[in-house]
């Protein structure tokens, strides 16, 4: 059974930082892309960031660039992706998602490249 778990997610005053984690079992992503998504109460799920199988190619939505740093490891037997959000505002709070492709190693931005997604992990980010 493949399983994506979100961790690192909390509150924070606007201004502030958080660092997203997604660990990854149940099969290998060393070949695959992985991102991340959010979703906002009565808002449509929208991409945020996503990073190439190799780390060589890395794409943010426009709201988020400059702000936000994605990242992976694959050295372990989990594969590893993280978010590092610097300089929150109050519009990024959501819940996060991870994702990791099964047949895309391109840092995709669309959800229909993602089959695997985890639970999700709350940002709230106060004024």
Do not use: H
């Not at 929208?46 to 050295?75: C, H, L, M, P, Q």
């Not at 998602?97 to 639970?119: E, H, N, P, R």
């Amino acid at each position: 059974q493949v399983r994506l778990v979100e961790s690192g997610g909390g509150s924070v005053r606007a201004g502030g930082s958080l660092r997203l984690s997604c660990a990854a079992s149940g099969r290998t992503f060393d070949a695959y892309a992985m991102g991340w998504f959010r979703q906002s109460p009565g808002k449509e799920r929208e991409f945020v960031s996503a990073i190439s199988w190799d780390a060589a190619n890395r794409n943010y939505a426009d709201s988020v660039k400059g702000r936000f740093t994605i990242s992976r490891d694959n050295a372990d037997a989990e594969n590893r992706v993280y978010l590092q959000m610097d300089n929150l505002k109050s519009e990024d709070t959501a819940v996060y998602y991870c994702v990791g492709s099964a047949f895309t190693g391109t840092a995709a931005t669309l959800k229909g490249f993602y089959a695997y997604w985890g639970q999700g992990t709350q940002v709230t980010v106060s004024s």
